[in-house]
């Protein structure tokens, strides 16, 4: 059985169409990702759309500002969530990751869990685990710093963040789309794949056991 799934690839300004050459195809290379590692049982359909409303003086980005932009593309009206937004932003409002000292590539948003005052909707036009973030110039000046390929550590961040829609967890597995960037040791294994643990949960995505995989079911954990 597959979840077809509309992935929102939300540019938020006219600034950050200047990526557009790199990220006109970074929604059909998701979907090929998830595509393939999930069995054929996830179809994401990517559809590119921006937000010049949201041009503002500062390049940061706060939770609330994210907030509205998920608001205005991604509603879901059903049991669970069948429209994905992946937000382009420029930069996070929190410099720094406190935990990790480096700075912030992406985040995913939830009713409550991981970023405590996200709020899109109201009642039941909330879902957990709808809509995600990726960070253009972080992921800039982290590709500069470490030598990485930029469209190559966009589209794995990009991948990372999703992967936390379907509620995979983090990884310290060397190659996994799922370890965080300070763990990556080999930068070039580390965009391969998920690992089979996560690779079982895509494919079985829905079924009795893994209901918890389906965006919008349930909270992040
Ligand atoms: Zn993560």
Redesign the pocket.
Known sequence: MAFQFTLHVIFMDAQQREYGYMLAGLGTSIAEIFYSESGGAIVLQPQVVSTPVFQQASPAVSPGLLGEVAERHVLNTGEFAQHLGLIIAPRWFKDVDPATSVQWL?V?FDTDTMIADIHFGSGDRRRPRECCAIFTESLNSVAQATGQDLSRLVARTAV??IG?LFNLK?SIAAQSF?T?TRHITNKVRAFSRFEDHDRLALQMIGQPGFEHVRPGSSEFK
């Open positions: 992406g995913m990372h963040e936390h983090h799922m965080q």
